[in-house]
């Protein structure tokens, strides 16, 4: 993970102090998503245009760490925030960023190269022989890049995290890769569409075109095979729901799970998706040095030492999606290192009638933070360990009271949100920023600890991917199958504007990279190729708990789980009790 900022501008007084003031916003942010290197590099692009380069690197790849900004012996320069997971580039042994640079290198049109690029990733890359600057997100938009254009003083800034101070910048859709020719004397913009163009594309470009001010010109699609799904399986037959309709009625869900599992079809699903998941979850702990964040700094000053600590940690509702990650996590992390199990909750005001009259402390903290999410965490806890015995968890209880939760939403995490203001952002803003800040009390033993991961395991895109959200069970039952499909891969577009890039930004201030494994692309390749009612059932005749997410509550009842595999879907707002449920989600917050 690293922190990356770019300015280009003219070679005048005002774009000079443009660019000086933007970096100095934005260089305290940016470090702390790469603590392990800081470095910049300026260069004369032309007699017209300067070059502003900037990295913050956090070692993840490679046996010695890669500084940033990257240049080629041609005079190529590439900021890269990524990993290579998967693909023909992908490799155990060197850092990504030499790999992309000397494939970027080694021709003129980069366009082959970015088909050939499989993982989560943002770039910045200056091609000295075209002079064009290129810069974009992955398809799927998983990591952050922010863009300004000041038409006034003739400045273009990109940057991977920024500050409210920071007017009129915007999140770059990730729609494709964009590309700025400095052969011309003035801001100009192109895209290189990820997938053929449709009518939310053209929606996307119109909407940045008025709030840039500047003309977008549309290029070749970079992606020329990737499959539209936009007209899958709508249509039901009786006889493909006959193994859904025709399960006993009763109320236990386990059950239920457990005698769809014996059909050949449903169990061939089940392995399909537990084998991907298995393969995104393993490269996902692998690819990383073998220190915590605090035996790194040793190795980074030139000493040897063997770490011991925890180095993957995961954020831990005890829901159905963190619980299948974290069982998967079990088989391919070492048994004797432990893992953290990162569970938030916030402050409630407890009635005199329901706190304690005793003098036990302890019992009344118990009491202020016993959040649903709190709840089944201890219980999810509990399975794991009888499903896995072997492994030390640690169970992290992130206690946040609401005095703190007021001071770092005003001085920290309003900056890292931004330039995203509603309620719902904040809420989720801020509970992602304490739980992955990671310091609490262990459960049981209620000892002070501080998590020392450097990687953390999301569970995003699960919803998106499965049928999640009680929308979902609303739209099945009044416009039918072809609406819900229709919903869920809208909602997968969308999943970068509406989640990514704001966890990114969120989970990255504390020199952690947040790893998302429902989201690789094979696996969302795979399930977006299922039949909709392969994926999820949400009809009357299977409830919540059950007919949402189906597929992955069969995953998780063939790994073992019980009561966790039947939890009904909680956002995690609500769970961790940080939003106010009389507060519309979509209004702009008053607090940020």
């Known amino acids: 993970m690293c922190g990356i900022f770019c300015s280009i501008y003219?070679?005048?007084?005002?774009?000079?102090?443009?660019?000086?003031?933007?970096?100095?916003?934005?260089?305290?942010?940016?470090?702390?998503?790469?603590?392990?290197?800081?470095?910049?590099?300026?260069?004369?692009?032309?007699?017209?245009?300067?070059?502003?380069?900037?990295?913050?690197?956090?070692?993840?790849?490679?046996?010695?760490?890669?500084?940033?900004?990257?240049?080629?012996?041609?005079?190529?320069?590439?900021?890269?925030?990524g990993d290579l997971f998967s693909g023909c580039l992908a490799k155990d042994?060197?850092?990504?960023?030499?790999?992309?640079?000397?494939?970027?290198?080694?021709?003129?049109?980069?366009?082959?190269?970015?088909?050939?690029?499989?993982?989560?990733?943002s770039l910045i890359y200056y091609q000295?022989?075209?002079?064009?600057?290129?810069?974009?997100?992955?398809?799927?938009?998983?990591?952050?890049?922010?863009?300004?254009?000041?038409?006034?003083?003739?400045?273009?800034?990109?940057?991977?995290?920024?500050s409210k101070k920071m007017k009129g910048i915007i999140e770059i859709p990730a729609i494709g890769i964009f590309a700025m020719n400095l052969n011309s004397s003035c801001i100009n913009l192109a895209c290189y569409p990820w997938r053929e163009p449709d009518l939310r594309f053209t929606d996307v470009i119109e909407a940045l075109e008025t709030s840039l001010n500047v003309d977008i010109s549309i290029r070749k699609t970079i992606l020329n095979t990737y499959s539209s799904l936009t007209n899958l399986h709508l249509h039901p037959d009786p006889k493909d729901l006959e193994y859904l309709e025709n399960i006993s009625c009763t109320n236990d869900f386990n059950k239920i799970l457990q005698c769809l599992l014996e059909n050949q079809e449903v169990n061939e699903r089940v392995e399909r998706l537990t084998e991907l998941l298995h393969q995104s979850v393993k490269v996902r702990v692998k690819k990383k040095p073998n220190y915590c964040k605090n035996c790194i700094k040793v190795v980074l000053s030139g000493g040897n030492i063997t770490c011991t600590h925890s180095k993957i940690g995961i954020l831990f509702s005890g829901g159905l999606d963190s619980a299948i990650l974290t069982a998967i996590a079990d088989k391919h992390i070492p048994e004797d290192e432990s893992i953290d199990l990162i569970n938030v909750a916030f402050e409630k005001s407890v009635s005199n009638q329901n706190v304690s009259h005793t003098s036990d402390e302890k019992e009344n903290v118990t009491q202020k933070y016993d959040v649903p999410d709190?709840?089944?965490?201890?219980?999810?806890?509990?399975?794991?360990?009888?499903?896995c015995p072997n492994r030390k968890w640690n169970f992290v209880q992130c206690n946040i009271t609401q005095v703190e939760l007021q001071s770092y939403r005003a001085s920290r995490i309003c900056d890292l949100l931004h330039p995203l203001c509603r309620i719902l952002d904040e809420s989720l803003g801020c509970a992602m920023w304490f739980a992955s800040r990671a310091n609490g009390l262990l459960y049981p033993s209620n000892e002070t600890y501080e998590s020392p991961c450097r990687i953390l395991l999301l569970g995003i895109g699960a919803d998106e991917l499965f049928g999640g959200y009680m929308r979902h069970r609303t739209i099945l039952r009044h416009k039918g199958w072809d609406a819900l499909v229709q919903e869920l891969n809208i909602e997968l577009a969308r999943i970068s504007e509406r989640n990514l890039g704001r966890d990114d930004r969120v989970v990255s201030d504390h020199g952690k990279q947040p790893r998302l494994p429902y989201l690789d692309e094979n696996l969302v390749h795979y399930v977006q190729h299922l039949k909709p009612w392969e994926r999820c059932y949400p009809t009357e005749r299977m409830p919540t708990g059950l007919g949402d997410k189906l597929l992955?509550?069969?995953?998780?009842?063939?790994?073992?789980?019980?009561?966790?595999?039947?939890?009904?879907?909680?956002?995690?707002?609500?769970?961790?009790?940080?939003?106010?449920?009389?507060?519309?989600?979509?209004?702009?917050?008053?607090?940020?």
């Open 128 to 162: 000295k022989s075209s002079n064009i600057l290129y810069f974009g997100r992955d398809i799927i938009g998983r990591h952050s890049l922010l863009l300004k254009v000041d038409n006034e003083v003739n400045s273009l800034t990109l940057t991977s995290v920024a």
């Open 93 to 121: 042994d060197v850092c990504d960023t030499i790999t992309v640079l000397g494939e970027f290198e080694s021709t003129t049109d980069i366009i082959p190269v970015l088909r050939k690029i499989e993982g989560p990733y």
């Open 552 to 592: 992955l509550r069969l995953l998780a009842c063939n790994i073992g789980f019980q009561s966790t595999a039947n939890f009904p879907k909680r956002a995690f707002q609500f769970g961790s009790r940080i939003a106010n449920s009389k507060e519309n989600a979509n209004d702009i917050s008053n607090r940020l």
């Open 374 to 387: 709190r709840k089944t965490g201890r219980q999810t806890y509990n399975e794991l360990l009888r499903i």
């Open 10 to 81: 003219r070679s005048t007084d005002d774009a000079e102090g443009s660019k000086q003031f933007q970096w100095n916003i934005c260089k305290d942010l940016i470090s702390t998503r790469g603590p392990d290197h800081l470095a910049d590099k300026h260069i004369s692009l032309n007699h017209e245009w300067q070059g502003y380069f900037a990295s913050a690197v956090l070692w993840m790849q490679g046996p010695n760490i890669t500084t940033q900004p990257s240049l080629d012996l041609n005079g190529n320069l590439l900021l890269w925030n």
